[in-house]
């Protein structure tokens, strides 16, 4: 009876264990607020919930097992299923989630123990806006991050600097890490997959990655397995492209105005091409042309080109995880058209993801898989567009295209239809596998083979159009090309991390191994003399010339490093690192370099006299010093380079001439470039010392850094003397810049209000930038309007300062001798007052870097509805507007821009646009400060409304969660530039700020959904 009663008892508890059920609970704040979008999971099982709007959940568990409640801004916490059906659980808040793991590249730390300057990017603000590029979802986000960017589609044209330009010829992008891949390159990465983002700016912090860091690091880990979890998630958008920003030219009408009164001042009359003068203005006749084929037209060329588009993103993934298993997989399709007809960006993505573990987690294997296929067919007709001739129709009377009359400038319609199927393709596998063993306790060993390899193609399918009743003769005797190049880039990580504590004191000692490896292979096969007319046809002439070139470079670098963090009580944290790298980039006598850094932390707030503060809830001073390297150059700067001279049959083309009759018919080999076996590293030295500063349990934070960071060494070439001979001097080491400047991050986030929640993030930079040395034997380096000389920033604008215009004939008379001068004229400052303006009177006329830079991030929520907006904006930089050069001047039958209308004349004597004339008597299109504009602009980048669909109305159609939202991009912006568009591409010495007739930038309204099943 009694062994009766005691199997009695045991199937019971077994029974007991074994019985599903369903329970019910809440999850609040300590204050008793609910807390919605809480993560409910049952410990080792693939079953779990979130909380709804009111903190409520529901879940199907057994009794015995164990719930595990998570959200962010709180401590996990594990409840026991005992016999209840519901539970009121709380969370406890994680004050500044100073226990928060960081991925800081080799390694990871906890947040409380970091001693540099680490941005962490939050990923889901970048999910809500439309960008194919994770660069341009980046632009004003972080303090210290510069983007300039151009409005190709699919953002490829972008530029990213990190507390400023470093450098003058090696290239200024950071480094990208890419779940432990190394890259300059994050173009193909899909936004949707991103898990986390932080940006490494200061010395200490980038000091491990040594050669590649001088311009900071931005570490990326993409989405990862969960245990306990099994989800499918989808995410679809479509968004309408439009132009952002009005460009003003003129109408025919205006044109034939504008071009009569500049003909009239210059004292000319009488018919001009097919305009007639009337004594008054010009009559436009009928038609443009004697066969009457070409009709006189009102065309808006930029509206011809301009086509508002739709673009399109679905994102399908899947997270599942078990104890011993995780994995993560993702498919996406993008398709970005931009706004300029018959151009557009492409990209298919698949991501996987996994890692298994064995021996009770002793042994990790996984890996991480990226493949990226984008293709994109690029052009850029805006310039034609903008200065076509209104009077030109796009069609003939017979529907053909038109040709070029009354001026030289192409049909770019014409032009983009025929290019629509010159595609550039391009396929990418970036990813690892890698292993971690623990050896010991505290003792773990990381290995990791690393690649990216890339493939490139690119096949001439250009094809001609009729235009006024003919193929036109430019599709004749063309050059066609087949290019194709590949590139592997591996790297073997190899690290030994030991982590130990002694009482209060906690050590963590790293060493590593790396071998890089890139390997480049490129053939080009060129036909010169091949007919299209008779497309699909490809017809090669008789006397055709062939060429095949083809390349290939090695680049090698080994690394060897280490570090070593003490942390006594949670209150002092000092670290330091060193490494040594080694590459064949660079001249045998200075292949290697050691880059050595430090930091210090003191956590202010672990302090007795501040632990139980109820006002300062953080405090951590930070100290910082380290040196990186830059190796972004062209392989082989430090030999000599020769080329095949082929070029004519004359003496001074360099053919030799063996027979010694003065003609040289024989082709030989000409030196291009001289050797320098000395060229070295540039080299970045950097201090910060910064603070993070948080209160009323961190609902308020503060972080600022200050930075001072020194680059030495740069790589430079020099201009070439005449009597160097005909080879270019080699490149060297001689000069420096700095940077030298403040960042802060202002942060209010309140956690709940009932049902409301809101926050508000600023975010502010600013830099000097100033070139201290250049010790060259010009000792300046001049591209375009763009000077780089000591004693002023980087790619400063250089040119005469234009002093008004002349109004009196006395202003004219008075003034230095200036060729052209006149009334309506401008008039040059005679910096140097020698009576006479020349180049001598050139001076720096603007800084195209900016005085600074800022960002306001904004988020409301009430229940299931949430609104974030976000804004942007640089202030004090200028811009170098070249649009103005033909626009404000008539010198040439283009159109003009709407300034013309309001030009000089005796009647408009207070006019600054100089008066209309067909010559350019007074050289007026020279650079000069006339071309100087504030480029300062505020727009609000983003903003989204969506609405989340109550976790019951969503698992009623079988889902986990719903949304819906919109959003919309750069739909306010305010600006003084005139030109067509404020953002500018371009980030280096050859220019910075130049606006030119590049692609404009487009506004946008994206309409989306997104689930998880």
Excluded: C
Excluded at 722 to 742: L, M, R, T, Y
Aim: a negative charge; hydrophobic letters at 35%.
């Amino acid at each position: 009876m009694k062994n009766l009663i005691v199997i009695s008892l045991m199937l019971f508890t077994v029974g007991l264990f074994g019985q599903n059920k369903t329970i019910t609970g809440i999850i609040t704040s300590e204050e008793g607020i609910p807390v919605a979008g809480a993560t409910v999971a049952v410990k080792d099982a693939n079953r779990g919930t979130m909380t709804d709007f009111d903190g409520n959940f529901e879940l199907e568990v057994s009794t015995g097992e164990t719930l595990v409640i998570s959200f962010i801004g709180y401590r996990t916490k594990e409840v026991a299923v005992d016999q209840s059906s519901n539970y009121e659980i709380t969370l406890t808040e994680d004050v500044a989630q100073l226990d928060e793991v960081v991925v800081t590249g080799y390694t990871s730390e906890k947040k409380s123990d970091i001693a540099g300057a680490i941005s962490v990017v939050d990923v889901e603000e970048l999910s809500q806006e439309f960008s194919p590029n994770i660069i341009t979802s980046l632009q004003g986000r972080v303090p210290g991050l510069q983007i300039n960017s151009g409005g190709t589609p699919g953002g490829n044209d972008s530029q990213i600097a990190i507390r400023g330009l470093t450098t003058i010829t090696a290239g200024s992008s950071p480094l990208w890490v890419i779940d432990g891949v190394q890259t300059f390159n994050p173009s193909s990465l899909n936004p949707d997959e991103i898990a986390s983002i932080q940006v490494l700016k200061d010395g200490a912090s980038t000091a491990l990655y040594g050669t590649s860091a001088a311009n900071g690091v931005i570490v990326v880990t993409t989405k990862k397995g969960k245990a306990g979890v099994s989800e499918f998630a989808v995410k679809s958008e479509a968004t309408v492209n439009m132009l952002r920003d009005k460009v003003d030219i003129l109408n025919a009408r205006q044109w034939a105005d504008v071009y009569y009164e500049a003909r009239a001042n210059d004292g000319i009359s009488g018919d001009f091409n097919v305009l007639t003068d009337n004594g008054n203005g010009f009559d436009i006749p009928e038609f443009l042309d004697e066969d009457e084929l070409i009709r006189s037209s009102d065309t808006n060329w930029l509206d011809v080109i301009i086509d508002e588009s739709i673009s399109y993103n679905t994102d399908f993934s899947y997270r599942y995880g078990k104890e011993d298993m995780q994995l993560f997989a993702s498919l996406n399709y993008t398709r970005d058209n931009g706004i300029q007809k018959y151009t557009h960006y492409e990209r298919y993505n698949a991501r996987l993801n996994t890692s298994f573990d064995f021996w009770d987690d002793r042994i990790i294997i996984g890996e991480n898989f990226l493949y990226s296929n984008f293709n994109e067919v690029q052009a850029n007709e805006f310039e034609n567009a903008i200065l076509q001739n209104p009077l030109i129709p796009v069609y003939t009377v017979d529907g053909d295209y038109t040709a070029p009359t009354i001026q030289d400038k192409a049909n770019s319609l014409a032009n983009l239809w025929s290019n629509r199927k010159n595609e550039q393709r391009n396929n990418r596998l970036l990813g690892n596998v890698f292993a971690k063993i623990d050896i010991l306790d505290g003792l773990t060993f990381d290995t990791s083979l690393n690649f990216d390899y890339t493939e490139f193609a690119f096949d001439t399918r250009t094809q001609p159009f009729v235009q006024v009743g003919r193929v036109p003769s430019v599709f004749n005797n063309i050059t066609v090309s087949k290019d194709r190049n590949n590139s592997l880039r591996t790297i073997w990580t190899n690290l030994l991390t030991y982590d130990f504590e002694i009482n209060k004191h906690r050590f963590n000692l790293l060493g590593g191994v790396e071998f890089t490896k890139e390997d480049f292979e490129s053939t080009v096969e060129l036909t010169n003399g091949v007919d299209i007319t008779e497309y699909p046809s490809y017809i090669i002439q008789s006397d055709a010339e062939f060429r095949t070139i083809e390349n290939e470079i090695q680049y090698r670098k080994q690394s060897f490093f280490g570090s070593l963090k003490y942390v006594y009580d949670d209150r002092y944290i000092l670290s330091g690192s060193m490494r040594r790298d080694g590459s064949s980039r660079f001249g045998p006598n200075n292949k290697f370099a050691i880059y050595p850094a430090g930091s210090f932390a003191w956590n202010v707030s672990n302090e007795s006299f501040l632990e139980d503060s109820d006002l300062i809830s953080n405090l951590k001073l930070r100290a910082s010093y380290g040196i990186n390297g830059n190796d972004q150059i062209p392989n082989f700067l430090y030999l000599s380079t020769f080329y095949n001279s082929s070029i004519g049959n004359a003496i001074e083309f360099l053919n030799y001439d063996i027979d010694g009759d003065g003609i040289g018919v024989s082709e030989g080999i000409v030196q291009a470039r001289q050797a320098n076996p000395d060229i070295q590293w540039e080299q970045t030295a950097q201090t910060n010392v910064g603070f993070d500063i948080g209160f009323l349990r961190n609902r308020l934070t503060l972080s600022t850094d200050f930075f001072d960071k020194r680059t030495t060494d740069l790589l430079l070439q020099p201009i070439p003397q005449s009597i160097n001979g005909e080879a270019q001097p080699p490149f060297i080491n001689a000069g420096e810049v700095s940077n030298i400047g403040f960042e802060a991050v202002l942060s209010y986030q309140n956690k709940a209000e009932g049902d409301w929640y809101y926050g508000v993030d600023l975010n502010f930079s600013k830099y000097e930038n100033n070139v201290e040395s250049l010790d060259t034997d010009n000792n300046f380096l001049l591209n375009g309007v763009s000077i780089t000389r000591a004693g002023d920033p980087i790619a400063s604008f250089y040119g005469l300062i234009a002093d008004g215009l002349f109004r009196t004939p006395e202003e004219v008379a008075v003034h230095a001798q200036q060729p052209g001068k006149g009334l309506g004229r401008i008039r040059y400052r005679d910096l140097n007052n020698d009576g006479v303006i020349n180049s001598d009177d050139r001076t720096i006329i603007g800084n195209p870097h900016p005085d600074f830079i800022y960002g306001v991030s904004l988020n409301l929520g009430y229940k299931g509805f949430n609104l974030s907006a976000y804004f942007d904006g640089k202030q004090g930089h200028d811009l170098y507007n070249t649009q103005r050069n033909l626009g404000d001047f008539t010198y040439f039958s283009f159109n003009f821009g709407e300034n013309t209308l309001d030009a000089w004349s005796p009647e408009n004597a207070n006019s600054n646009i100089p008066a209309l004339s067909t010559s350019n008597v007074n050289n007026e299109t020279q650079p000069s400060s006339y071309f100087i504009e504030d480029g300062s602009y505020f727009r609000m980048k983003n903003i989204t409304v969506g609405y989340t669909f109550p976790q019951q109305t969503a698992e009623g159609i079988g889902l986990n969660e719903l949304r819906l939202y919109m959003s919309g991009q750069n739909l306010l912006n305010f600006t003084s530039f005139t030109g067509f568009d404020y953002e500018v591409s371009g980030l280096g010495a050859g220019g910075i700020g130049v606006a030119g007739y590049g692609i404009p930038h487009t506004k946008s309204i994206t309409f989306g959904v997104s689930t998880k099943f």
